[in-house]
């Protein structure tokens, strides 16, 4: 439970960043004011999992510090070139994050199962992502193979770092194994995942 709340945490802190510095690479002033007002809503998100691992004995900043080197290693190895890139990242690795969380949560108890399905993205970026997208391509059909290459690499380094993470904390895997009741779990969940993902860049209109 608390590895779980501590890379949520770390993740919308992220999300934070993110989405502020995508901000500014929009092209115009509504655009920015839009992701602006998405990256104000990831610090409350940030807040209320800091409380919650607090009221649970845990200190907030450790439990998140621990996941910040591979949830960082992601980012900075698909840091995005431009503002299609950017939408296409948030759109993917959103998706699978969120789709993770969902997975997960379904094996909580409450009040920590909702709190895990209230601080998830706002399906505003993503359906904001895929207005974008699909109009660029449409504008220039080329630009849908580069952008499909680069989901690709997108599902492959968070898939590889979702195994790298469950491998280091022990908690977070027994929780996922428990969850599915057998050792299989973890196998089951990137099935899951990776059928998420192939659903989720058909409605982009991306091949993957």
Avoid: C
Wanted: charged share 25%; aromatic share 6%.
């Amino acid at each position: 439970m608390i590895d779980l709340l501590g890379i949520l945490g770390y993740g919308v802190l992220i999300a934070f960043d993110r989405l502020a510095a995508d901000a500014r690479l929009s092209p115009d002033l509504h655009r920015r004011a839009l992701l602006s007002e998405m990256a104000a809503a990831e610090v409350a998100h940030y807040r209320r999992l800091h409380d919650r691992l607090a009221e649970l004995g845990a200190d907030p900043e450790a439990s998140m510090s621990a996941f910040a080197a591979p949830l960082d290693a992601f980012h900075d190895s698909t840091a995005p070139s431009d503002w299609l890139e950017g939408l296409v990242k948030a759109y993917v690795g959103d998706g699978i994050a969120d789709d993770f969380y969902r997975e997960v949560a379904g094996f909580l108890d409450e009040p920590d199962r909702s709190l895990i399905l209230d601080v998830l993205h706002d399906t505003r970026h993503a359906e904001f992502a895929v207005t974008e997208v699909r109009a660029a391509i449409e504008a220039d059909p080329l630009r849908a193979g580069r952008l499909a290459l680069w989901a690709r690499r997108l599902v492959g380094e968070a898939i590889s770092q979702a195994q790298h993470v469950a491998a280091e904390r022990d908690a977070l895997t027994e929780l996922i194994i428990e969850g599915y009741g057998d050792l299989t779990g973890i196998g089951t969940l990137i099935k899951r995942l990776t059928t998420a993902h192939t659903e989720r860049m058909k409605l982009l209109g991306l091949n993957n």
